[in-house]
């Protein structure tokens, strides 16, 4: 199916004027737009978006109502292992905050730029998110912004807390 379709496929630099204020991300951001499938949608389209929210990466899709993918975009984000904590896997809520709003606007930038005014073209009528696992992190409510690095599904940090709770039972 892939192998027949037109794709264009791009990296892209976030803008810093009315559209986001972000700071760019650290890693390139890669965007695909697969010709065929958004030249064939008929005016006022209906798509459905997709946050995928990986333990490397943060992703945007575009799918069609016969769940085809229109347009992607997907940047990589900062690994933090502490120092002197073996074991420890952490990432930056803020970044990935960020990384997920620059790949949205990535994707309907890249779109705009191929096909002119999108909004003639595509509704995005509901955005679903998928995430990583058991990944926490703690945010203040009045503030929005976290306490702490979020701690990834694979730090081992709380295994003996868990241990104890379990009572050496594994099944538990």
């Avoid at 803008?15 to 949608?41: E, H, M, Q």
């Avoid at 389209?45 to 333990?55: F, L």
């Avoid at 730029?113 to 203040?140: H, M, P, Y």
């Avoid at 690095?149 to 081992?156: E, F, G, P, S, Y």
Wanted: one cysteine or more; a negative charge.
């Amino acid at each position: 199916f892939f192998d027949t379709m037109t794709m264009t496929t791009s990296t892209f630099t976030p803008t810093t004027g009315t559209t986001s204020k972000l700071t760019g991300p650290k890693f390139a951001i890669k965007t695909t737009v697969y010709d065929k499938t958004y030249s064939s949608l008929e005016p006022n389209s209906h798509v459905v978006g997709s946050i995928d929210q990986g333990t490397s990466s943060s992703r945007f899709l575009l799918f069609t109502k016969n769940g085809e993918i229109m347009a992607s975009s997907q940047v990589e984000h900062t690994q933090i292992f502490p120092a002197m904590r073996v074991g420890w896997h952490e990432h930056d809520p803020m970044e990935i905050w960020r990384n997920v709003l620059t790949c949205i606007e990535a994707l309907l930038t890249s779109l705009t730029l191929k096909f002119g005014n999108i909004s003639e073209k595509i509704i995005i009528d509901a955005v679903g998110i998928t995430n990583q696992r058991e990944t926490t992190v703690a945010w203040n409510a009045k503030t929005g912004k976290p306490y702490y690095n979020a701690i990834v599904w694979d730090d081992l940090r709380t295994t003996d807390i868990a241990s104890l709770i379990a009572d050496g039972d594994q099944d538990r």
